[in-house]
């Protein structure tokens, strides 16, 4: 009677962690298929236990190549997008201006839209004007998709800051260079850098854009992608855990500095 | 408003000018790159299909609108497979991201910001692989199949259809798994930031009004947190209706979606007025169902 009482009061909390380890299951999975030593080509099943991925991550060829090609597209696509969507996030949230409603429309769209359409029209589009495939076209694509997450995450920062602020330094006699730089921008930033940290993690995880606008380029997803068809060493699944460890610890740093800030 | 008050206060009319052109100069390198890149392929695709031609011989705009006609009725399964699957996975994600989300923004106390950690950390693992993690874990013969299967959960699913024998991957409940998988937390942040917005002295005057706890949250909570549910449903529907990722890992060729036929058509058959007429009437499909959706939602303010 008391175990059923106590978890019908619990009912949510023990549902809510139920989702979160259907969110994590596949985590734990690739943790612990990093320590595997597989028979032969696919890693799908437990043989026995071997750090030899760990001390060996490069141990395959191309994956090293594409994952530095996915951080060199990701570093270039998050600062052409935050250096575009902040912009065009300060017209929209300081300004009144004719065109505002189908500034936002356009801004809107890309991310109601299914991303194979993006992909198909834009390839089409490069087709058509003779383009090659590469480096060039995946880092278009990706500033292209990104550039509204970001005019998003900047827009509500400075939407919700007080106008009053920089009005204030201009009475100060702060010239519009001063205050934007000692005010607008320290207040905006943290809006700035979720946008670019969201950038980051959907250019470097972006899969159907990129394969349609790649050609024989092959970013670290296309490598997964191919590697499913052919064998998935188990290099993969550590540098898929890694990939977890730093973000953890980023965010973790990132909370702590925040904390931090907020006592002084 | 205050920028442009201060800019008719200045003596120089010139200065006003330049003052008025401000938004549109840093409008204007986003905003053509959105354009080039962005709307004009789009209309660029609505040309594509409507031409014929081959690619040796190249392709000519000649109005064939029966391009359309054709891969509706070549491939409406996987249009029809698509709906049903992207709905199943958003009701699945709603159902259970809902008591995730109220539980972080209600109940966790001290622990909210481990568990927000925690639901977005996973954003940041190469999502390809972690839905290759699911072959691993829906493997046949494996623990979960075996746990299925031996509480008769198989062959419960086999006869609604939507299991193969005694075998999970390469059935649609891979297939949905995955996609619910994949999106869930498209639905929960949206969630989450609704729920949090709501005022919990609601929830004590429900309780000193004699509500019980699951009238406060029909009447008061959930109602409340309706901007919530209609983002994440449209967030969590629209992407999923357009995935062709889940449905190449973990299903079969009987579970083909439409991004699939999309793809192959673009990238194998090089057949591309039937891609892009693919492509603009999922997208067409999608904008009506959203409308009608929002409509009857109620909460036009959010488009």
Redesign the interface.
């Known amino acids: 009677m008391a175990l059923t009482r106590w978890i019908r009061r619990n009912l949510v909390v023990l549902a809510g962690l139920g989702t979160l380890a259907y969110l994590l299951l596949p985590n734990v999975v690739v943790l612990v298929f990093s320590f595997n030593k597989p028979n032969g080509r696919f890693n799908y099943a437990w043989q026995r236990f071997s750090t030899d991925a760990w001390t060996h991550p490069c141990g395959v060829a191309d994956l090293c190549g594409s994952l530095s090609l996915s951080l060199k597209i990701a570093v270039w696509a998050t600062i052409g997008a935050t250096v575009l969507g902040t912009m065009i996030a300060f017209a929209l949230a300081r300004y009144r201006f004719r065109a505002r409603p189908a500034v936002n429309s356009l801004i809107f769209l890309p991310m109601a839209m299914p991303e194979v359409v993006m992909a198909a029209s834009l390839a089409t589009l490069f087709l058509n004007m003779g383009v090659g495939f590469g480096f060039w076209t995946i880092l278009i694509a990706h500033i292209m998709f990104c550039l509204s997450f970001v005019v998003t995450a900047v827009k509500a920062r400075v939407m919700s800051m007080d106008p009053r602020l920089e009005q204030a330094a201009q009475d100060l006699y702060a010239s519009p260079a001063q205050t934007f730089a000692r005010v607008t921008l320290p207040i905006a930033a943290p809006g700035i850098a979720a946008g670019a940290l969201l950038s980051f993690a959907l250019s470097f995880d972006d899969f159907i854009i990129t394969n349609f606008n790649a050609g024989s380029t092959v970013t670290f997803p296309m490598f997964v992608w191919g590697s499913a068809q052919r064998g998935t060493p188990v290099q993969i699944n550590v540098i898929g855990t890694a990939m977890f460890a730093v973000a953890v610890v980023c965010v973790l740093v990132g909370q702590l500095v925040g904390a931090r800030r907020k006592r002084s | 408003?205050?920028?442009?008050r201060?800019a008719a206060r200045t003596p120089l009319r010139e200065n006003a000018v330049r003052k008025r052109l401000?938004?549109?100069w840093?409008?204007l390198?986003?905003?053509l790159?959105?354009?080039v890149?962005?709307?004009?392929?789009?209309v660029?695709?609505a040309s594509?299909s409507v031409q014929t031609g081959s690619l040796e011989e190249g392709f000519k705009v000649t109005w064939h609108f029966s391009t359309y006609w054709d891969a509706l009725s070549a491939y409406y399964p996987q249009f029809l497979r698509s709906v049903l699957y992207a709905a199943t996975a958003t009701v699945l994600c709603l159902l259970?991201?809902y008591?995730?989300?109220?539980?972080?923004a209600f109940?966790a106390g001290r622990w909210r910001?481990l568990?927000m950690?925690?639901?977005?950390?996973?954003?940041?693992?190469?999502?390809?692989?972690?839905?290759?993690?699911?072959?691993?874990?829906l493997?046949d013969g494996g623990p979960v199949v075996g746990a299925l299967g031996s509480l008769h959960v198989l062959d419960v699913t086999a006869h609604l259809g939507i299991t193969e024998g005694q075998r999970v991957l390469a059935t649609p409940l891979a297939v949905v798994c995955g996609l619910t998988?994949n999106f869930?937390?498209f639905m929960?942040l949206p969630l989450y930031t609704s729920l949090e917005r709501i005022d919990g002295r609601l929830h004590e005057a429900a309780g000193d009004l004699y509500a019980r706890p699951v009238t406060t949250f029909r009447k008061v909570t959930f109602p409340l947190s309706m901007p919530g549910v209609v983002a994440g449903t449209?967030l969590t529907f629209?992407?999923a209706?357009?995935?062709?990722?889940n449905a190449e890992?973990l299903g079969s060729t009987d579970q083909k979606m439409i991004?699939n036929v999309?793809?192959s058509q673009?990238?194998r058959v090089l057949d591309?007025p039937t891609?892009?007429a693919l492509?603009?009437i999922?997208?067409a499909a999608?904008l009506a169902m959203?409308t009608v959706y929002i409509r009857t939602s109620g909460t036009e303010d959010l488009?």
């Open positions: 408003m205050s920028v442009s201060r401000v938004p549109y840093l409008l390198p986003g905003i790159w959105l354009l890149f962005f709307a004009a392929p789009l660029y695709q594509t259970l991201g008591p995730l989300a109220y539980l972080i109940r910001n568990l950690i925690l639901v977005i950390a996973p954003f940041f693992t190469s999502f390809l692989i972690r839905t290759l993690a699911w072959k691993t874990i493997s998988y869930l937390p929960i449209l629209i992407p209706a357009g995935d062709y990722i890992l991004g999309v793809q673009f990238l591309y891609a892009a492509s603009f999922l997208m999608i959203v488009v």
